[in-house]
């Protein structure tokens, strides 16, 4: 168990419809990472969070968006949801935003549209 | 553009064999390489590099670095079963230091 505790396991919705994703990171960890995980693709970074602010941005479609708490747990949120943001969505965490810190991933959120 | 490449893509081998998985990757500002392996969920953290020829060792697994040539492998000796996984590769760097970069992987099956 990493210590990263991301709900729900599994969640199925309609085209349209929104989401939020959550994500608990791993006690002492300040930087949380949200990867999207499709079949015909490998981990692709949405974004960093790291002590409440924006670190950084990868492939985040505009319909989505994120923000970390106060108390460091982050909500991925999802809007107008096509069948093609059908996936695993994981959440990560790091002490630091530093090189020496390995991220350490939940279990996932598997997101089906339909 | 950063890019990490993985191969083989696929490996099938018996219980007992030796295997060695290749990642190379071309990223900006290159800072450590970390090597994970996913079974069916979330991807577990094995190995993080940061300096060439220094060789980890975790039981039978081993990984190297060489940042000159910009490629990693990691070796597994006497696999079993339960080495059955995914493995990822996935170097730190870019505009961030914290962000990975995650390469497609290789599927390793290992028959008993």
């Known amino acids: 168990d990493s210590g990263v505790t991301q709900t729900p396991k599994h969640l199925i919705t309609a085209t349209g419809q929104r989401v939020t994703l959550r994500c608990s990171p791993r006690?002492?960890?300040?930087?949380v990472y949200w990867y999207q995980q499709s079949l015909d693709q490998g981990l692709q970074f949405l974004i960093q969070?790291?002590?409440?602010?924006?670190?950084a941005k990868g492939n985040i479609l505009e319909r989505f968006s994120a923000q970390q708490f106060p108390d460091l747990h982050s909500e991925l949120n999802l809007s107008s949801l096509e069948l093609g943001d059908s996936a695993l969505y994981f959440c990560?965490?790091?002490?630091?935003?530093?090189?020496?810190?390995?991220?350490?991933f939940g279990n996932g959120t598997r997101l089906t549209v339909t | 553009e950063d890019k990490v490449v993985q191969s083989p893509l696929s490996l099938v081998v018996h219980e007992g064999d030796t295997v060695t998985l290749n990642c190379s990757y071309e990223?900006?500002?290159?800072?450590?390489l970390l090597w994970y392996k996913q079974e069916k969920k979330a991807p577990t953290f094995l190995f993080m590099l940061?300096?060439?020829?220094i060789e980890k060792k975790s039981g039978r697994l081993s990984s190297i670095l060489d940042k000159k040539e910009l490629f990693s492998i990691l070796n597994i000796t006497a696999t079993q079963t339960g080495d059955s996984a995914v493995y990822l590769c996935?170097?730190?760097?870019?505009?961030?230091?914290?962000?990975?970069?995650f390469g497609r992987g290789t599927q390793l099956t290992v028959w008993p």
């Open positions: 990223v900006t500002n290159f800072r450590s």
């Open positions: 940061t300096s060439s020829g």
């Open positions: 969070y790291y002590n409440g602010e924006e670190r």
């Open positions: 996935a170097p730190k760097g870019g505009s961030t230091l914290g962000r990975l970069y």
């Open positions: 990560a965490s790091s002490v630091a935003d530093s090189p020496g810190s390995p991220l350490h």
């Open positions: 006690s002492g960890d300040l930087s």
